[in-house]
């Protein structure tokens, strides 16, 4: 069984390798491991790989349409026959004798018979297309094959991605809450001293109930997205690679998007299997054509019977034995309007499956477009987060000094923190929106 080589696992770790943060524990899950683990646990997967290898037995039972095919039967058994023949004209040497009658009779005698037929189609148009059309299925089965182990490398992303960010979310609102309750218990101190007004505690008092709010839905986040991955992979990720969100990130060289829409319509699996269901729809136009209705196969039929017993005459014994071997011709005549009918039928699907091949290059033309400029947008928007990250965190040193010597208020220090901790999760997303895109380009 083919498996793809892991390109877009390496695409995707060339990517995050960029932005890793240096890790000391050993052997953390990366994004190439969890690939592999899915590979061998994710059952959307195994589903999939059971279908492709279902799918290649349809070539094999498209080249057994033109073999032939061989029956046999056999009979044993107890009978009872009865024949009777008038008017049957008899002659022998030295006699003869007309309006002659024959009869046998056998009650309760052993019966046997066996039978042996074959069949080889020589011309049979229905045959042909559906020869072809399971040849069709079974490479349509193929590219369905391959679509699933590009979708599960975007899963793998998808599933890792989920857990990273949702445990940085968690450790950046755990850090901002740990901040805030630190200011909340200075501003207490210094109102009792009468050096605050009573607003700064309420003001501190209500972003530390907010931060518990964000905190515990980050924890939900964090736990769902584990146990999707702990699905996915058969493993609980213990230890994962991070993200360094100050890391620096080389502009993409992605060239023109004509070159990725030009190599989207060549290559897209896609639109290949729409391609492929085109042509099965086309065989089953041309099965119904009129003139191909006949079918001729060469046939051949081998027959032994026997009854053996007696009756009202005496002992009786009744044999036939007999073969041929020729040429069988089949040709319709009228068939109420069914096969005129199922004609139209299958014109009409036809071009149902023309029409729906020309919206989905249309579609797959539009999601490389929006792939493609995805990347420069997150790229650009990625770096100027990273400038804002750094502007926020002096913007936070200046606010608390101003704090300290009373220039600034407890809403301006608070306002500071949010800022520094909204700009560090959305630099966190956009980080994985551009790794993300660059695997969407190229699937």
């Given at each position: 069984?083919?498996?793809?080589?892991?390109?877009?696992?390496?695409?995707?770790?060339?990517?995050?390798?960029?932005?890793?943060?240096?890790y000391s524990v050993a052997e953390p899950l990366d994004l190439q491991r969890t690939w592999e683990l899915a590979r061998q646990v994710d059952p959307h997967f195994q589903a999939e790989k059971a279908a492709y290898q279902a799918g290649q037995t349809q070539a094999k039972q498209g080249r057994s349409l033109w073999l032939p095919t061989v029956g046999a039967s056999a009979t044993a058994g107890v009978g009872s026959h009865k024949?009777?023949?008038?008017?049957?004209?008899?002659?022998?040497?030295?006699?003869?004798?007309?309006?002659?009658?024959?009869?046998?009779?056998?009650?309760?005698?052993?019966?046997?018979?066996?039978?042996?037929?074959?069949?080889?189609?020589?011309?049979?148009?229905?045959?042909?297309s559906h020869s072809r059309q399971l040849r069709l299925a079974a490479d349509v089965a193929e590219l369905k094959w391959q679509q699933a182990q590009q979708n599960l490398v975007l899963s793998s992303a998808?599933?890792?991605?989920?857990?990273?960010?949702?445990?940085?979310?968690?450790?950046?609102?755990?850090?901002?809450?740990?901040?805030?309750?630190?200011?909340?218990?200075?501003?207490?101190?210094?109102?009792?001293?009468?050096?605050?007004?009573?607003?700064?505690?309420?003001?501190?008092?209500?972003?530390?109930?907010?931060?518990?709010?964000?905190?515990?839905?980050?924890?939900?986040?964090l736990e769902t997205a584990e146990l999707a991955y702990e699905d996915f992979t058969g493993q609980y990720p213990a230890k994962l690679v991070p993200l360094a969100i100050?890391?620096?990130?080389?502009?993409?060289?992605?060239?023109?998007?004509?070159?990725?829409?030009?190599?989207?319509?060549?290559?897209?699996?896609?639109?290949?299997?729409?391609?492929?269901?085109i042509k099965v729809a086309q065989e089953d136009v041309a099965a119904l054509k009129s003139w191909h209705s006949p079918t001729l196969s060469l046939v051949g039929r081998l027959a032994h019977e026997k009854i053996d017993g007696s009756g009202r005459y005496g002992d009786a014994m009744n044999k036939a034995d007999e073969w041929m071997v020729g040429v069988q011709l089949s040709v319709p005549?009228?068939?109420?309007?069914?096969?005129?009918?199922?004609?139209?039928?299958?014109?009409?699907?036809?071009?149902?499956?023309?029409?729906?091949?020309?919206?989905?290059?249309?579609?797959?033309?539009?999601?490389?477009?929006?792939?493609?400029?995805?990347?420069?947008?997150?790229?650009?928007?990625?770096?100027?987060?990273?400038?804002?990250?750094?502007?926020?965190k002096e913007r936070l040193k200046a606010t608390q000094l101003g704090f300290e010597l009373g220039?600034?208020?407890?809403?301006?220090?608070?306002?500071?923190?949010?800022?520094?901790?909204?700009?560090?999760?959305?630099?966190?997303?956009?980080?994985?929106?551009?790794?993300?895109?660059?695997?969407?380009?190229r699937a």
């Amino acid at each position: 069984m083919k498996i793809f080589a892991p390109q877009w696992v390496k695409l995707a770790l060339a990517a995050a390798v960029l932005v890793a943060a240096p890790y000391s524990v050993a052997e953390p899950l990366d994004l190439q491991r969890t690939w592999e683990l899915a590979r061998q646990v994710d059952p959307h997967f195994q589903a999939e790989k059971a279908a492709y290898q279902a799918g290649q037995t349809q070539a094999k039972q498209g080249r057994s349409l033109w073999l032939p095919t061989v029956g046999a039967s056999a009979t044993a058994g107890v009978g009872s026959h009865k024949s009777t023949m008038r008017g049957a004209n008899f002659t022998m040497p030295g006699m003869g004798s007309d309006d002659v009658e024959f009869n046998t009779s056998i009650r309760n005698g052993d019966v046997f018979g066996y039978e042996v037929g074959l069949e080889q189609p020589l011309l049979n148009r229905q045959n042909l297309s559906h020869s072809r059309q399971l040849r069709l299925a079974a490479d349509v089965a193929e590219l369905k094959w391959q679509q699933a182990q590009q979708n599960l490398v975007l899963s793998s992303a998808e599933h890792y991605f989920n857990v990273l960010v949702a445990r940085q979310a968690v450790a950046v609102l755990e850090r901002q809450q740990a901040q805030v309750q630190a200011i909340y218990d200075e501003v207490q101190e210094r109102f009792e001293l009468g050096e605050l007004p009573i607003t700064s505690i309420h003001e501190t008092k209500a972003q530390l109930r907010v931060l518990e709010a964000q905190l515990a839905q980050a924890k939900l986040a964090l736990e769902t997205a584990e146990l999707a991955y702990e699905d996915f992979t058969g493993q609980y990720p213990a230890k994962l690679v991070p993200l360094a969100i100050t890391a620096e990130v080389e502009a993409p060289d992605i060239g023109d998007v004509a070159h990725w829409q030009e190599q989207a319509r060549m290559n897209n699996l896609h639109l290949k299997m729409q391609a492929s269901g085109i042509k099965v729809a086309q065989e089953d136009v041309a099965a119904l054509k009129s003139w191909h209705s006949p079918t001729l196969s060469l046939v051949g039929r081998l027959a032994h019977e026997k009854i053996d017993g007696s009756g009202r005459y005496g002992d009786a014994m009744n044999k036939a034995d007999e073969w041929m071997v020729g040429v069988q011709l089949s040709v319709p005549i009228f068939t109420g309007g069914y096969r005129s009918n199922k004609r139209k039928e299958a014109s009409y699907l036809l071009t149902q499956r023309r029409a729906e091949g020309v919206s989905l290059a249309q579609q797959i033309q539009r999601q490389t477009h929006s792939a493609w400029r995805g990347i420069h947008v997150n790229y650009e928007r990625l770096t100027a987060l990273q400038d804002a990250y750094t502007a926020n965190k002096e913007r936070l040193k200046a606010t608390q000094l101003g704090f300290e010597l009373g220039d600034n208020t407890t809403l301006e220090r608070l306002t500071a923190e949010n800022a520094l901790a909204e700009t560090e999760l959305n630099l966190l997303e956009a980080q994985v929106a551009l790794i993300m895109n660059q695997l969407q380009l190229r699937a």
